[in-house]
């Protein structure tokens, strides 16, 4: 397996180029911005792309859809729930004085419990609501791409549009049952490790909550 941040945009999202070494398929996470970017580091790595995954339709990790899929007419998979966001992109921009090219429309619906596959590799969609409506996580193979639910020390904003405190407060207990060893890579700042937020994280520590009993 074979997994690379690109670290883009003015919001310094992590899209995520994952592939298996083998048949060198492979698939972009959450291509936020800089789509000459993202382009060139498949290009650069020889993988065919074959798709793209989204964890949620924030500005932020969905801005450079538009650039990859003129390159290559690859399938947009997007929880349904998160339709209403992803059709404003362009009005989320121009609240924080960004022009952002509306991406084409989504092909594929996520659902809690689909299998998603890159080449021999397949990973489960976890429906972790509570940063949008339709977040999800992909986990497999030892990791999960997280999204904005979970960072290293941190937790993904509940005050903006569509958000839910009570409902991020769940999913985070769903990502914390998965195994300690589980390698977090999440859609802001440095990856992690499950054990390591269970230990240190405020949010998952008890230190800290979303909402009150």
Not at 158 to 168: F, I, M, N, V
């Amino acid at each position: 397996m074979f997994v690379r941040a690109e670290t883009v945009g003015p919001f310094a999202e992590n899209c995520y180029l994952l592939a298996d070494e083998q048949t060198r398929n492979a698939v972009l996470i959450d291509p936020g911005d800089e789509g000459a970017r993202l382009i060139a580091a498949v290009e650069r790595g020889g993988f065919t792309l074959g798709a793209l995954w989204i964890t949620h339709a924030h500005i932020d990790h969905v801005g450079g859809i538009a650039a990859v899929k003129r390159r290559w007419d690859v399938p947009v998979f997007l929880h349904p729930a998160d339709r209403p966001l992803y059709d404003r992109v362009t009005e989320q921009g121009t609240f924080y004085g960004l022009q952002i090219e509306a991406p084409p429309g989504p092909d594929r619906d996520l659902a809690e419990g689909d299998v998603v596959q890159v080449g021999g590799l397949s990973f489960r969609v976890m429906h972790v609501p509570g940063h949008a409506p339709g977040h999800v996580a992909f986990a497999g193979h030892g990791v999960v791409f997280g999204g904005d639910c979970l960072f290293a020390g941190s937790i993904g904003r509940t005050d903006l549009p569509l958000s839910d405190p009570r409902a991020l407060q769940q999913s985070l207990g769903r990502l914390a049952a998965l195994p300690p060893e589980t390698v977090v890579y999440a859609g802001h700042g440095p990856a992690t490790t499950i054990g390591e937020e269970i230990r240190t994280n405020p949010f998952l520590t008890g230190a800290a909550r979303l909402i009150s009993r």
